[in-house]
């Protein structure tokens, strides 16, 4: 069983900065690929980011240029850097990883940012 924890979601303002990370309860580079998801209060969880095995980063369309994912193996941990937050990434941030078929989740943390 794959445990994913999630920290670092928060209050901030509109502007500001967060960093999330998501610590793995084994090697990170034994799935096919981690990500970032997140659900606000009404709306389907959506991909935020996520990067791949060989390193491939993938970001949706609304937070490009601002959020950045990255990893690192020995910490087996994934991070998403939150830059130039808006009220409209207000939501609960969940962890992926996919493993061939499967996939885990982590239990998400609560970004909010006003304006």
């Known amino acids: 069983q794959v445990q994913l924890v999630e920290s670092g979601g928060g209050l901030v303002q509109a502007g500001g900065s967060l960093r999330l990370s998501c610590t793995a309860s084994r090697t990170i580079f034994s799935f096919n690929a981690m990500g970032w998801y997140r659900q606000a209060p009404g709306k389907e969880r959506e991909l935020v980011a996520d990067i791949s095995s060989g390193d491939s980063t993938n970001y949706a369309d609304s937070v490009k240029g601002r959020f950045t994912i990255s990893r690192n193996g020995a910490k087996n941990t994934v991070y998403l850097q939150m830059n130039s937050l808006k009220p409209e990434d207000t939501a609960v941030y969940y962890c992926?990883?996919?493993?061939w078929g499967s996939g885990y989740w982590g239990q998400g943390t609560q970004v909010t940012v006003s304006s």
């Open positions: 992926n990883a996919k493993y």
